[in-house]
């Protein structure tokens, strides 16, 4: 244990905290140590810490007093309540310009009355996101700060030296934007995430259930595509996944004992709710945190399939062939995620005044997070020649691979269809696709509809946008038009 000045101090030594202050350490970092079960904090020092630069702090008092002017103090604590307590027990004891941040999964506008609350008190804050899991905090995390611009030149040399770095040396760190931006990026990189996880699940089904085939040849598919375009992360841990066998000794794959009821954290309905709030369409997130809600309901589930009744999974075709069309079908699918977060981003950047920089955030995905992938150069290039790209469907590269894999993904959602093999996001992303593209969709008809009933009015397509009209339906119906039109 060092007597001179921390660097920094963290609150909060449980399995993400512990292992940030040990990569910050290691990087050459001081690090004054504090959580609110102080006997964590011995036994962190005195364990995995021991002989390394860490301060013991065992109250809020003693962690502030350790720190080197203007104090930086990061709270990796549970997202809601405990964030705000813990500000409460660390605040009185600051100065003007002291930097606290948060760590962990806060809902944005959480960290927006946060940054605003501090800003108040002549404090600066910092809501950051940090994605890796455990590994990714030891290793280095994709890193996604925003709130209060005037702190990122004192936090910026640690977050750089923790980070994950891509080939040519960049740091998966970058400064999002002001109060929510870095909150919010994490927010729309786990929805992202959903809708990722949900397309690998589905395309894992259609080769158990529909081609019958076992865990270890799947593994094989997975491997395969993990040297392509498909290349990353959790393509890699599928994989990985579906090659171990049960530790319990049945000998069977473990992926074939877990109970199939997902569990979530709430950031996969955050971004859903994001998109109602800004009238932006993710569809195929959403889809994906209903796919595991349904899952949660397994006692229901498994009374239905008994009443129920549909078609029995059942194969015919060339099997090397559909893999290839899974492939193609996975791929196209997974762009469609992609191109409705950045939608959401854009949206988001629009209303908050972020001025989000899209290709900068693809870089900071490029490595150390959950959703890294080989493609993602791709839209850091796409965004780089095009930084007002209206969707990612639009680049030339993305467009391309669309259009050519549209008959593999057309037929791949017939065939598990056929099947009865539910497909909601590979289904809605191939949704979401074909009405981008159409220039004509039927909601004049709704549009009649809302007039029809409650007044709503209309546009005409021979007259100027901005022009709203009133049809008197019926001999009961007024010249009377609502006084408000939504889209």
């Known amino acids: 244990m060092s007597e001179s000045k921390a660097d920094i101090g963290l609150v909060g030594l449980a399995v993400m905290g512990e292992n940030l202050v040990l990569n910050m350490e290691s990087k050459g970092f001081t690090v004054a140590c504090f959580n609110r079960t102080v006997e964590k904090v011995d036994a962190f020092v005195n364990g995995r810490g021991k002989g390394k630069k860490f301060i013991a702090c065992h109250s809020v008092q003693e962690l502030v007093a350790s720190l080197k002017p203007p104090r930086r103090i990061m709270m990796m604590v549970k997202a809601g309540k405990a964030v705000d307590e813990t500000m409460e027990s660390i605040i009185p004891f600051l100065s003007p310009g002291d930097i606290l941040i948060d760590g962990g999964n806060s809902h944005y506008p959480d960290t927006i009355r946060r940054t605003k609350s501090m800003t108040a008190k002549g404090m600066r804050f910092i809501g950051t996101g940090v994605s890796g899991g455990e590994e990714g905090a030891l290793k280095g995390p994709a890193i996604m700060p925003g709130g209060d611009a005037s702190a990122w030149p004192f936090v910026k040399d640690i977050f750089q030296a923790i980070a994950a770095k891509v080939d040519d040396g960049s740091p998966c760190c970058a400064w999002m934007g002001s109060d929510g931006a870095g909150h919010f990026v994490k927010m729309v990189h786990n929805g992202i995430e959903y809708g990722d996880m949900q397309l690998i699940c589905e395309a894992y089904d259609i080769m158990s259930r529909g081609l019958g085939m076992a865990a270890p040849e799947i593994q094989k598919v997975f491997a395969e595509w993990s040297k392509g375009e498909l290349s990353s992360y959790l393509i890699d841990i599928t994989a990985d996944i579906l090659g171990k066998t049960d530790d319990l000794g049945t000998g069977q794959p473990v992926v074939d004992l877990i109970l199939d009821t997902a569990g979530q954290k709430g950031t996969g309905k955050w ?64 762009i469609c995620s992609y191109a409705q977060g950045y939608q959401l981003l854009r949206a988001a950047s629009d209303e908050f005044k972020w001025n989000l920089n899209y290709g900068e955030i693809a870089l900071v995905w490029r490595n150390g997070c959950i959703i890294r992938a080989q493609f993602l150069g791709k839209i850091k290039e796409a965004f780089d020649k095009k930084p007002k790209l209206a969707n990612l469907l639009l680049d030339p590269y993305f467009k391309k691979v669309a259009g050519k894999s549209q008959r593999a993904w057309r037929n791949v959602l017939k065939k598990a269809i056929g099947m009865g093999i539910p497909v909601p996001a590979m289904g809605t992303a191939l949704n979401y696709y074909d009405s981008y593209r159409s220039e004509r969709l039927p909601a004049n008809l709704l549009q009649a509809q809302r007039d029809y009933f409650g007044a709503h009015t209309y546009e005409r397509l021979d007259k100027p946008r901005g022009q709203f009209f009133h049809y008197i339906w019926t001999e009961s119906g007024g010249k009377t038009a609502a006084s408000t039109y939504t889209v």
Request: glycine share 8%; charged share 25%; hydrophobic share 45%.
């Open 271 to 334: 971004t859903s709710q994001a998109g109602l709030d800004l009238g932006i369409g993710i569809p195929q997130i959403a889809e994906a945190v209903f796919a595991r809600c349904l899952s949660a309901i397994k006692d229901e589930r498994v009374a239905a399939s008994k009443k129920l009744r549909g078609p029995k999974p059942k194969f015919s075709g060339d099997k090397a062939a559909f893999l290839l069309q899974l492939q193609a079908a996975v791929y196209a699918a997974k």
